[in-house]
């Protein structure tokens, strides 16, 4: 099953960072918070990732780039250029990395990476900044059960982000950012058939608003359950907590 990662925004909460690089790429334990993304998927054997770059793609595209040598020991033949490797200690996953636009929204740029994913499966979909240590194949499992278009992960953090009113596991309500009330929101972790793709009208569509307040409209909208460790990195507080885990060897999702 192929991973969508959206990559491509600008970050103005954690300004400090990504005047220089994009978000996903600001290291909590030496790497970044994008790879340990990757690395949650590809521990439940996820790991063919399509990832929708934009602001500063440049540095996205450098690092994968360089991964395989960074990661290993290897020789070189200055005559030639020739590198060999002496061992491979990198992680043996497929890396798609697309440049969806600086500008696009993030409906817009899982849009833009329809013609990379194919018709017949599901597609997995997560942000490039919360890490978590949840249950990837339940999820799916999940997903494959109820037969609706769109599964999304609900947590239960603080009350900055979008909120979602449940019955039964179905979405009855999802509001972008308002006071919460039941105290469930959009956890960033998804599952979506390839019909999702149909509500999605271009660019400069937020899929948090349009793509899924009509798949909640139709009744196609779901909510898995994660009651564990969830955390996004949006401030320089949220580095700093992720980065006191992981020093403390408190790191659920690692």
């Known amino acids: 099953?192929?991973?969508?990662?959206?990559?491509?925004?600008f970050g103005t909460r954690i300004s400090e960072y990504t005047g220089k690089i994009p978000k996903p790429m600001v290291e909590i334990g030496g790497r970044p918070i994008l790879w340990h993304i990757m690395n949650t998927?590809?521990?439940h054997g996820y790991k063919d990732f399509y990832i929708a770059l934009g602001h500063k793609a440049d540095i996205v595209k450098q690092y994968f780039a360089q991964y395989h040598n960074g990661n290993?020991?290897?020789s070189v033949d200055l005559a030639t250029g020739k590198i060999t490797s002496l061992?491979?200690?990198a992680d043996d996953w497929q890396v798609t990395l697309v440049d969806t636009g600086i500008n696009t929204m993030t409906g817009g740029r899982v849009k833009r990476m329809q013609s990379h994913l194919g018709s017949r499966e599901p597609i997995m979909l997560t942000y490039g900044d919360g890490v978590a240590d949840i249950d990837l194949n339940s999820l799916v499992d999940f997903?494959?059960?109820?037969?609706?278009?769109?599964t999304m992960t609900a947590v239960r953090p603080t009350a900055r982000f979008g909120e979602l009113q449940i019955t039964e596991n179905q979405v009855t309500s999802f509001e972008e950012k308002p006071q919460l009330a039941q105290g469930w929101i959009n956890g960033g972790?998804?599952?979506?058939?390839?019909?999702f793709f149909d509500l999605i009208e271009g660019d400069n569509t937020m899929?948090?608003?349009?793509?899924?307040?009509?798949?909640?409209?139709m009744g196609q909208l779901m909510a898995y359950k994660h009651e564990g460790f969830w955390q996004c990195m949006d401030t320089i507080r949220d580095r700093?907590?992720?980065n006191k885990c992981i020093e403390e060897g408190n790191s659920p999702w690692l």
């Not at 099953?1 to 925004?9: D, E, N, P, Q, S």
């Not at 972790?189 to 019909?195: A, M």
């Open 1 to 9: 099953m192929k991973t969508v990662l959206l990559a491509g925004g």
């Open 41 to 43: 998927y590809a521990f």
């Open 72 to 74: 290993s020991d290897f």
């Open 87 to 89: 061992n491979n200690s």
């Open 143 to 150: 997903h494959k059960s109820h037969g609706k278009l769109v």
């Open 189 to 195: 972790y998804f599952v979506f058939q390839p019909e």
């Open 207 to 217: 899929l948090e608003r349009e793509p899924l307040e009509k798949a909640t409209e």
């Open 240 to 242: 700093d907590f992720l």
